[in-house]
């Protein structure tokens, strides 16, 4: 029996892959961190990722309350996404689009006084 001298070096041995539905529950779950929790009746943020070697372009979806800040809240959505796939996953984040679904305005159900029914 012969010892192995020779260690091939840890970098060197293979290679890992992140699964897209990883990425995607990451981003997802960095977006909810960002604007907090959903509205009532609102679903939580979803997201879609497209990974090419170390490059992840991400795609979010939410919902969120109205009146509101649309513009701060996505940027903010934008800011905790790349940051966090950057460093969970080590991935470069290029391009994160957020899509606002639907937006659920406060008091929704209540009849504003003095309305007819």
Known sequence: ???????????????????????????????????????????????TVTVLRDTARVRVSLELGYPSDIGRQCGAVRRRVTERVEALAGMEVPEVAVQVERLHPAGAGAMPEGSIR
């Not at 192995?4 to 909810?32: C, L, P, S, W, Y």
């Open 1 to 47: 029996m012969t010892a192995v001298t020779d260690r091939v070096a840890a970098a060197e041995r293979g290679e890992t892959r992140i699964a897209d539905r990883v990425v995607a529950k990451i981003a997802a779950q960095a977006a909810k961190e960002a604007i907090g929790a959903p509205p009532k009746d609102g679903a939580p943020p979803s997201a």
